[in-house]
């Protein structure tokens, strides 16, 4: 009965590679939010898409791409990463008329 | 854009006495505050929120009041345990019209310790 998932947990892996994370909501929300979360526990908010749709898009490099095959889904995928991408990811949902947002167990992804 | 900012960084308090944290947010727009809790190796949990036309807010152990003149809210926990450890994060946003999604800001977080 898990509200949020995001897979995987964990993510080790070198500079240069691409990688995705993939996250899945259960909630029947229609708008989906993808955080950073850096090592001083800062939380920042990446990317939201309504309805499939962006409709945030904060200064973040173009190596990362969202993705939204629908309501349910929202996929970070991530080029030519950098040791700086290390981070705690989070996926989040939210119904847009009640705000109130949900939050999966993140990925911590790590960059060597 | 939204500032929000948050004191204190962390809190030590006994078993059974009450925590206070509190925030303060730049934006006269914003319109909605939760409160999230974040357990070690976990994802945040809202615990409490409160909208810009609500004073006080209690839920059991947990109260938050906002002050939109000045512009600051708070969480008040009552008679703590050891469980109530974790880390509290405040958050503000406006919008939540229909098409939008609300752009929480949030606040740096307080490492809340609860000694037995």
């Known amino acids: 009965d898990t509200a949020v998932s995001q897979t995987p947990k964990y993510l080790v892996t070198q500079m240069g590679n691409d990688k995705s994370i993939k996250c899945e909501q259960n909630?029947?929300?229609?708008?989906m939010y993808w955080y950073k979360q850096d090592s001083k526990k800062f939380l920042k908010i990446m990317f939201s898409y309504n309805n499939k749709e962006l409709i945030i898009n904060e200064t973040v490099p173009n190596r990362f791409s969202p993705k939204s095959p629908d309501k349910a889904h929202l996929n970070l995928h991530i080029n030519s990463l950098e040791l700086g991408d290390s981070a705690v990811y989070f996926c989040?949902?939210?119904?847009?008329?009640?705000?109130?947002?949900?939050f999966g167990p993140g990925t911590r992804l790590t960059v060597t | 854009g939204e500032n929000v900012e948050q004191h204190p960084s962390t809190l030590s308090v006994q078993e059974g006495d009450s925590a206070v944290i509190k925030c303060t947010y730049s934006d006269s727009a914003s319109n909605y505050f939760p409160w999230y809790k974040q357990e070690l190796g976990k994802g945040p949990q809202l615990i409490i929120d409160?909208?810009?036309?609500?004073g006080e807010k209690k839920d059991q152990r947990i109260a938050v009041t906002l002050n939109k003149t000045a512009k600051h809210f708070s969480l008040h926990i009552t008679e703590t345990q050891p469980e109530d450890s974790a880390v509290y994060f405040c958050a503000a946003s406006r919008g939540g019209s229909s098409g939008s999604a609300r752009q929480l800001t949030f606040g740096s977080g307080t490492q809340l310790t609860v000694l037995p």
């Open positions: 409160i909208r810009s036309n609500v």
């Open positions: 989040a949902s939210s119904q847009e008329v009640l705000g109130e947002q949900y």
């Open positions: 909630l029947g929300h229609d708008t």
